[in-house]
């Protein structure tokens, strides 16, 4: 799964318990992974989708107008780490900190800054943080999600079949645990192997402490030896 579908996932989960009047906040320098997603269950619920501006004049998020749409008490607040655009670090920590003393969850899509710093999500204080396996080196169609474990266990399942399930009955059928119940269907064996093995490269080789807009990134291959990384400074 890569971040646009664990970003589907969480959002057809969640918003389950949505009602028209409801909201949500996005905000304008976010992928699209981390937009669409939301967008699309907001409108099968009924639910208002809030845009948090950002600062054009040098890329900023405009966090009087968050803390503003914040009061509004939103069901979520989906916010990126770090511009795929602009190369923009949002201050996760602060943002989650206002959000959560509200009331309100936060995922973070954190596919941008996976490959370039160290991500402690407990320091972060966020409840959900996806990121996708490519924007690390690792192969398409992979990534990994973080969420709280008292969350998980309050959501239902999107996907249904195979190791997501405990028991099947006509009657009714009864869920794994997290996050197997969040794990329908045979998962992408071959491609996780390749994402671990990008995990253990980026580790030794200290390409996650490049910093945005020094490195170029030319080539990120997997081989069956191993991930070739090719980085060229510029």
């Given amino acids: 799964n890569n971040m646009t579908t664990l970003t589907l996932h969480v959002s057809r989960s969640l918003s389950r318990s949505w009602q028209p009047g409801d909201e949500i906040l996005v905000t304008r320098l976010d992928h699209d992974a981390n937009y669409s997603p939301w967008v699309l269950a907001a409108k099968d619920r009924g639910v208002t989708v809030r845009e948090v501006r950002f600062h054009p004049e040098d890329g900023t998020l405009d966090l009087d107008d968050l803390r503003r749409k914040l009061e509004g008490r939103p069901k979520l607040l989906a916010v990126g780490y770090a511009s795929n655009a602009l190369g923009t670090i949002n201050p996760i920590r602060q943002i989650a900190a206002e959000a959560r003393a509200r009331g309100i969850a936060v995922l973070v899509d954190g596919s941008q800054a996976v490959p370039h710093m160290a991500v402690d999500v407990q ?20 990534g990994a999600l973080w ?40 998962p992408n064996i071959a491609g996780f192997i390749g994402l ?31 991930l070739v990384l090719v980085v060229v400074a510029g």
Avoid: Q
């Fill in 123 to 142: 320091a972060l204080g966020v409840d959900f943080y996806a990121f996708t396996g490519h924007k690390m080196f690792g192969p398409t169609g992979t």
């Fill in 147 to 186: 969420a709280r474990r008292e969350i998980l266990e309050s959501m239902p399942p999107f996907l249904g079949g195979g190791e997501m399930i405990r028991t099947v009955r006509f009657e009714g059928s009864t869920w794994a645990e997290p996050p197997h119940r969040f794990e329908a269907g045979t």
């Fill in 196 to 226: 671990g093995a990008a995990f253990s490269t980026v580790a030794t080789t200290g390409a996650a402490s490049l910093p945005f807009g020094v490195g170029r990134i030319i080539a990120g291959a997997t081989f069956s030896l191993g």
